[in-house]
């Protein structure tokens, strides 16, 4: 279990899949349905880390996929409230670390074009963009940038 600032992260529980959707509800536009992080959790390819405050009180959460050396950082999010605190990048890093053991070899992900702050932690972790995908997001409609990061030996 990694901490910083009294945050902690540990692998997500079926407990957790109210509070993950609940902050997705409000840091995404168009949010994923509770149903389908309670889906991912027990499949092999999904690695499912929250965060939580010392009064395990759950204030982020990361999820990886894997698939054979490729990985995606299928979704990443921390509480409103409690960003600037550098709880996203310590999610991130974990992410890393953690497809880094598991021999993934490119990791992707998807921002939005506007996400100046998640691009900027992006590039500061190696991310580097490789494509967009026009009209990606909705509610506003925006492009994605579609992000890399390889390995490095």
């Known amino acids: 279990m ?3 600032h009294a945050i902690a992260l540990r692998p997500a529980l079926i407990a957790d899949v109210k509070a993950m959707a609940a902050i997705e509800l ?3 536009s168009d949010p ?3 149903s389908s992080f309670a889906e991912m959790l027990p499949m092999a390819h999904s690695r499912m880390v929250v965060a939580v405050d010392a009064q395990e009180v759950l204030v982020g959460y990361c999820i990886l996929l894997s698939a054979a050396d490729e990985g995606e ?4 999010a921390v509480r ?3 960003r ?3 709880i996203g990048a310590m999610l991130l890093d974990d992410a890393l670390a953690a497809a880094a053991r598991m021999g993934v070899t490119q990791l992707f992900l998807e921002v939005r074009t506007s996400n100046a702050a998640a691009r900027a932690l992006y590039a500061s972790r190696s991310f580097v963009s490789v494509g967009r995908r026009t009209a990606y997001y909705s509610d506003p409609t925006e492009d994605a940038l579609v992000l890399r990061r390889t390995a490095r030996n």
């Not at 950082?73 to 990443?76: E, F, H, P, S």
Request: glycine share 10%; aromatic share 10%.
């Open 2 to 4: 990694a901490t910083n």
């Open 26 to 28: 409000v840091a995404f």
């Open 32 to 34: 994923w349905p509770a």
């Open 73 to 76: 950082i299928a979704n990443i």
């Open 80 to 82: 409103p409230t409690e």
């Open 84 to 86: 600037g605190r550098g």
